[in-house]
């Protein structure tokens, strides 16, 4: 197998209290020729003084943004400052196994697929839980609006299939359109199925925090997909159910 370089992109804000434990299970990847973007969104200075300790690593390149831009810019800027054959992604409170890049990279080449993501375990943080989320086996456009079920963090696609595809400058569900545009593009996503990626849920009373993510949906649906109104609620009742189906009533 060719040894194709993996950029990581991961967007960072104040995560000094999850932040090490992220950048460990990067550093303990099995598969080697990656580079890490870090785009720290203006942070505090805990978390500044933690990333500075990791400035001299060949394999990492810190931006530090002076002013908060929200984790869509992040992630765009991170794009445009790496270079690779793949791209990466993972959330500055996330954790991966340490096999995540080489399974996925070799799940993607021996089947020569565009766009990949695993299933992972939902951690509740306030609960002190862990919940296994399995995926479907594949995912198109029409199903990804109904129920998105890729997490970012577990994402890895092509870098040449994301070229002029962007995340949207919005405060949530920046990565929403993203998968939209791509998936367009590539017809499926396709899953292995292994859990590789550990999701945090901070917090356990997630209500308010789902009822912004369908609006901010809404209007992602409605100003970048041209959604009419009928193909826009329909989309907004499949996700939340299917969000009941994975998280339960958190």
């Excluded at 992630?75 to 080489?102: P, V």
């Excluded at 917090?203 to 109104?229: R, V």
Aim: charged share 30%.
């Amino acid at each position: 197998m060719k040894n194709n370089k993996v950029a990581i992109i991961l967007p960072n804000f104040n995560s000094s209290e999850y932040l090490k434990k992220t950048l460990k299970s990067v550093l303990n990847q099995s598969y080697k020729n990656w580079q890490l973007i870090i785009i720290d969104d203006a942070s505090d200075k805990k978390t500044i003084e933690i990333l500075k300790k990791y400035k001299k690593h060949k394999k990492i390149k810190i931006f530090f943004l002076k002013k908060n831009m929200g984790a869509g810019y992040c992630r765009n800027y991170g794009i445009r400052n790496s270079n690779s054959d793949y791209l990466a992604f993972i959330d500055s409170d996330d954790t991966w196994k340490k096999e995540k890049l080489k399974n996925q990279l070799e799940f993607m080449k021996k089947n020569n697929h565009e766009f990949t993501y695993t299933d992972y375990f939902a951690f509740y943080k306030k609960k002190n839980k862990k919940r296994k989320v399995f995926t479907p086996k594949k995912i198109s456009y029409e199903e990804f609006i109904r129920n998105t079920s890729i997490a970012t963090s577990t994402m890895m696609i092509k870098r040449r299939t994301a070229k002029n595809i962007f995340f949207t400058n919005t405060k949530i569900c920046e990565d929403y359109f993203f998968k939209c545009k791509i998936l367009e593009k590539v017809k499926y996503a396709f899953c292995l199925n292994k859990l590789l990626t550990t999701y945090l849920i901070r917090n356990d009373s997630l209500q308010s925090s789902k009822i912004k993510n369908l609006l901010m949906i809404w209007k992602i649906n409605s100003q970048y997909n041209k959604f009419k109104f009928l193909k826009n609620i329909t989309s907004l009742i499949n996700i939340s159910l299917n969000s009941i189906l994975k998280y339960g009533f958190k």
